[in-house]
C-alpha cells in the first residue's frame, strides 16, 4: 500500500476542470514541499507536468496546476482536452525514500 | 535533443542475474543525478535507484537493497543497474530517467527513456 493515496479514477467533460487528490497516509506530504505529478499515457513513460507542489517545467501547458493543503495535495486540469485523458502519479520525497509514487489515477474524458 | 535508450532486459529464471543499461545523449551526463524506476504490468511506477552525478551517493528502495547495484560511467554517458537474486516480483519495465536538479538531486525525473523489459520466470 503507498504512503500517497489517490481515487482511482476521475472524469470531467471537455472544457471542464478536474482536480485529482493525494492524500499522505502519514507525515511525508504534510512535512515536505517536495511533491511532484506525472502524467502517462498508455505505451509511453510517465511525463513530469509539476514539481515543487506548484512549478511547471518548461513546455507543460499552464492549464495544469498544483497546490498543497496540510497531507494533502491537488493536481487541477482546467479546460479539460482530450488529450489530457491518461493516467497521473502524484509523487513525493519521504523521510525513507527520495521518491514515492501514489497508487495513479485514471482520468477519463467523457 | 535529451535521450535516454535502455537495454538489456531479456527473460530470466528466478534467482538469475541482469545488467540493465542506459545510454545518453543530448545533455552533459556528468552534469545530472540519475534513477531507475519500473513499472509492473498494470501497476504504477517505483522508483527503485538514485545515484548522484558523480557517483558518491547511492540509494536504493526497501525492496531492492542488498540485491541491486546503481553505477554509472561518466565518460560513456551511460547508467547502469546491476541486478541480482531476481525474482518473480522484479517482473517490470525498467526506466532511467533523469534528475531536474542537476548536480543537486531534486529527486523530480524530467527525463525518461522507454524502458526496457524485465521477465523473470521458469
Known sequence: QSALTQPASVSGSPGQSITISC??????VGNY????WYQQHPGKAPKLMI??????PSGVSNRFSGSKSGN??????????AEDEADYYCASYTSSS???????TKLTVL | EVQLVESGGVVVQPGGSLRLSCTTSGFTFDDYAMHWVRQAPGKGPEWVSLMTWDGS????????KGRFTISRDNSRNS?????NSLSAEDTALYYCARD?????????LDYWGQGTLVTVSS
Open chain 2, 57 to 64: 551517493s547511492t540509494y536504493y528502495a526497501d525492496s531492492v
Open chain 1, 33 to 36: 514541499n517536495y511533491v511532484s
Open chain 1, 23 to 28: 492524500t499522505a497516509t502519514s507525515s511525508d
Open chain 1, 72 to 81: 494533502t495535495a491537488s493536481l487541477t486540469i482546467s479546460g479539460l482536452q
Open chain 2, 100 to 108: 531536474i536538479g542537476g548536480l543537486d538531486s531534486s529527486n523530480y
Open chain 1, 51 to 56: 514539481y515543487d507542489v506548484t512549478d511547471r
Open chain 1, 98 to 104: 527520495p521518491v514515492v509514487f501514489g497508487g495513479g
Open chain 2, 79 to 83: 547508467l547502469f543497474l546491476q541486478m
